[in-house]
């Protein structure tokens, strides 16, 4: 149990398009989903923290207006790169939790993110 | 926001042989976490230490948590190809209910 996906696995766009990224709790409900970014050979970064039927809460210095989360379900957040550019290229991971505790996250794979 | 700073870095070490990878910080957790990342995959859980001083055994894979919370350990024995990976720490600081990732050690075990 406990399988998070995301979708898709890796998606090339153009600069100033955007980009949505799913992440979905296969087999359980997720009140809790979490969204981090990792560059090349670094370690993960928390972007924000969404709880489903609510707004996302944004890790200082992530621009909410440019990386727009929904958790509209309980099995469902979607992170949508707004006008994307090649600084964005990277990638993105997110996890969920049946409840509030940080420590119980499922990760999900990651999408890869390349913007040219 | 505290800083999670994992020693070494990189490492390369022969199958067989043992390793020691080390996570520090300066501020006090109150549970910390070991995760192993694979390439293009997402982290998967190794072990969760929540008491001070405890340490966690996971067949070949031992895990401590300092005395004062503010520092972990990984030890490998016998290491194997398959241990290959990106390892990382995670705490949870008292009163922020968020994991905070150390900076990684990547290991890669030579056959």
């Given amino acids: ?116 | 926001t505290q800083l999670l700073e994992q020693s070494p870095q990189f490492l390369s070490i022969q199958e067989g042989e043992n390793l020691t990878v080390y996570c520090n910080s300066s501020s006090v957790f109150s549970s910390l976490q070991w995760y192993r990342q694979e390439p293009g995959e997402g982290p998967v859980l190794l072990v969760t230490v929540v008491t001070g001083g405890e340490v966690k055994k996971l067949k070949r894979l031992t895990f401590q948590f300092g005395d004062a919370r503010k520092d972990s350990s990984l030890h490998i024995t016998a290491a194997q190809p398959g241990d290959t990976g990106l390892y990382l720490c995670a705490g949870v600081d008292f009163g922020n209910e968020k994991l905070t990732f150390g900076t990684g050690t990547r290991l890669t075990i030579i056959p």
Avoid at chain 1, 35 to 64: C, D, H, I
Avoid at chain 1, 88 to 108: K, N, T, V
């Fill in chain 1, 1 to 116: 149990g406990a399988v998070v996906s995301q979708h898709p696995s890796w998606v090339i766009c153009k600069s100033g398009t955007s980009v949505k990224i799913e992440c979905r709790s296969l087999d359980f409900q997720a009140t809790t989903m979490f969204w981090y970014r990792q560059f090349p050979k670094q370690s993960l970064m928390l972007m924000a923290t969404s709880n489903e039927g609510s707004k996302a809460t944004y890790e200082q210095g992530v621009e909410k207006d440019k990386f727009l989360i929904n958790h509209a379900s309980l099995t469902l957040s979607t992170l949508t790169v707004t006008s994307a550019h090649p600084e964005d290229s990277s990638f993105y991971i997110c996890s969920a939790a049946r409840d509030w505790s940080p420590l119980e996250q499922y990760f999900g794979p990651g999408t890869r993110l390349t913007v040219t």
